[in-house]
């Protein structure tokens, strides 16, 4: 909806955002060609997960949280699980860190193939939804079907389901998959790698407004390898520090328009954004041979500031992703142990990977008998709502010579670009009561 | 011998209370033995347009949320020999983590892209509530037996189903 205000305004507001996770809204007001006001409402009501992880035993957290999303449960066990073994000063073994990069391959391509086809693509491509966009590109959609089910596959095979896997523990995984059982899925991740390089190449040739985000940029970075289980973090600007450290850098905040809590870096009055754009620009020269031809062949340099270019970079990572996989399994001996003990003890813990829409972060505090005293969940949705809204104020600003459906469209087409997960920004519990 | 199967899905979570029913049902069905028909549990909808291609008929079970008494049946009659159904009959189904891709999507997404099977029945469960970890509630444990026998009519009286419209409501008791 967009209408005129009697002193001269203008109010765009869309009540229920289409393609994506969970319940938002947008409004924007502006007159002048200035805005006035931008909101990225989410109104989806809080899930009190931090709430009531706390009085639950250390090993619970990778189940419990796992549930704040069917689209990244990996995300969420993943972050739990480095973040408990950090409070209680275990270690994994290599062959563990690969098994759950093994894992997390297969929620990227699970993710990254549904936004890309079904979510974001109608938006370049000038159809409301997938639906309609498939009656023209019907082998455009059964490509990313199949690229989907590949990673659907992966999922099966080394977490026991596709969504919502019951395979990890705290410590690694209940069962190894056998190297047969990998092997057996390698033919479909082998066709999907494949198309991944040519949906690299479909995706390039859509046509992007032009649009440079200034804002700090915040992804982890591993020892080797594209960063996905595991890594410290850095920022363009030159930051880096340990996962230990997020909570010294990274401050959450409360603003009234929305159920999940804003982030600020550093105390700084400007945004930061995570996900792929950050992760690309902070680590492009660790991505494989392939993921590197495929990104220079679409026109990608060592960075990418445009959001609307993240559809260029989601294809990227699924070629990263396939051949990540492959290379995983190719590999594999099945020779190694599935886990580890973790015997609790009293001690604070921190744990960070990278979901497919950005870092997450868990902070655990434990007490001698390993019962969770508090815990934090900072999901990468809650950190980018303020480049989600300075993105908005920005392209009001630059293109109000649209007319107000186009400008409309392109601001709903602005928060896709971040494949925006509103079910897990809003997992909180920020009860604040005002006695005044 | 499989593309001319019937198949039977149970949809839904099974750890997220009466969204098990779908898989309740399903294992309920796959006890039965049936001869051509093939029973599976399936969590993510988009997974169906590649599931059900070639097979016939479809029966999905699932629970609903309409706001009639728990332990209600719907069936509901689509495919490819079908009309939509009208948006409001089931839009929501399948929905929450799913990425807003449910089963009403992956339907006319089928539809579309000619994989939809000439008939998929919708046996849907009032159900009552979705925590986590908790089993069925008692309304809804109750309505499984009902919902199996509307799956074994669904399969075998799928040729003599009406287009399109909702076959009434059979309220089964706690």
Redesign the interface.
């Known amino acids: 909806m967009s209408h005129k205000l009697t002193d001269g305004g203008h109010v765009m507001h869309v009540g229920t955002l289409a393609r994506v996770e969970g319940e938002g809204a947008m409004h924007i007001e502006y007159r002048d060609g200035v805005v006035t006001d931008v909101q990225l409402r989410i109104y989806e009501p809080p899930r009190f997960y931090e709430a009531f992880l706390r009085g639950r035993a250390h090993t619970e957290p990778p189940d419990i949280t796992a549930r704040i999303c069917g689209i990244c449960p990996v995300a969420y066990q993943m972050s739990a699980c480095w973040a408990i073994e950090d409070a209680c000063g275990t270690e994994v073994s290599e062959e563990i860190r690969l098994m759950r990069r093994l894992l997390y391959c297969g929620e990227w391509i699970e993710s990254h193939a549904l936004h890309i086809f079904l979510l974001h693509a109608p938006d370049f491509l000038g159809y409301d939804g997938a639906i309609e966009m498939a009656a023209d590109y019907p082998e455009v959609v059964e490509r990313g079907l199949r690229m989907k089910k590949a990673g659907n596959d992966l999922m099966d095979t080394v977490g026991g389901r596709s969504i919502h896997p019951v395979n990890v523990r705290v410590g690694g995984f209940y069962r190894m998959p056998t190297r047969e059982e990998l092997r057996s899925v390698r033919p479909k991740l082998e066709r999907a790698r494949d198309e991944a390089v040519e949906t690299v190449r479909l995706v390039a040739g859509f046509e992007f407004p032009d649009m440079e985000q200034p804002y700090e940029y915040l992804a982890l970075r591993a020892d080797q390898g594209y960063p996905i289980e595991s890594g410290s973090v850095v920022t363009s600007s030159g930051g880096a520090f340990a996962v230990q450290d997020f909570g010294k850098h990274i401050e959450e905040f409360h603003v009234a328009h929305s159920n999940a809590l804003h982030a600020r870096l550093d105390g700084a009055p400007d945004p930061y954004v995570v996900g792929p754009l950050a992760r690309y620009s902070l680590n492009s020269d660790r991505l494989s041979p392939v993921s590197q031809d495929a990104a220079r062949e679409a026109g990608l340099g060592p960075t990418c500031r445009n959001p609307f270019r993240s559809i260029v970079v989601r294809a990227v990572e699924l070629v990263e992703a396939y051949t990540e996989a492959l290379r995983i399994i190719d590999g594999w001996t099945g020779s190694a142990s599935p886990s580890v003990a973790v015997p609790p003890r009293a001690g604070e813990g921190f744990g960070a990977s990278e979901a497919p829409r950005g870092v997450l972060f868990h902070r655990y505090v434990l007490d001698g008998s390993g019962i969770i005293r508090d815990a934090q969940i900072v999901p990468p949705t809650s950190q980018n709502q303020r480049s989600v809204e300075a993105d908005l104020r920005t392209m009001v600003e630059s293109w109000s010579d649209l007319d107000d459906h186009a400008l409309l469209h392109r601001c709903e087409q602005a928060i896709r670009n971040y494949d925006p997960c509103i079910s897990c920004a809003t997992h909180f519990l920020d009860l604040t009561v005002d006695r005044s | 011998m499989k593309a001319q199967s019937a198949l039977v899905v149970g949809l839904g ?1 099974p ?1 997220r209370g009466d969204d098990a029913v779908g898989t309740a049902v399903a294992r309920a069905v796959a006890a039965l033995a049936l001869p051509g028909v093939e029973v599976v549990e399936h ?2 909808p ?2 169906l ?2 599931l059900w291609s070639g097979r016939d008929p479809v029966v999905v079970v699932d629970a609903v949320w309409s706001g009639a008494a728990p332990g209600t049946l719907h069936v509901l009659v689509t495919g490819a020999l079908h009309p939509p159904l009208a948006e409001p009959a089931w839009a929501r189904t399948g929905r ?6 449910g089963l009403a ?1 992956a339907i ?2 089928a539809r ?3 994989r939809l099977p000439r008939s998929v029945v919708l046996v849907g469960v009032q159900a009552e509530a979705f925590e ?1 970890g908790t089993p069925l509630t008692p309304d809804v444990a109750a309505a499984v037996p009902a919902a199996v026998e509307a799956v074994v009519e669904a399969i075998h009286h799928d040729s003599v189903s009406a287009p399109g419209i909702e076959r009434g409501d059979a309220h089964v008791s706690g």
């Open positions: 979570s750890e969590e993510d988009t997974g347009v590649e929450g983590g799913t990425h807003a891709f999507a006319e997404l579309v892209l000619r986590h």
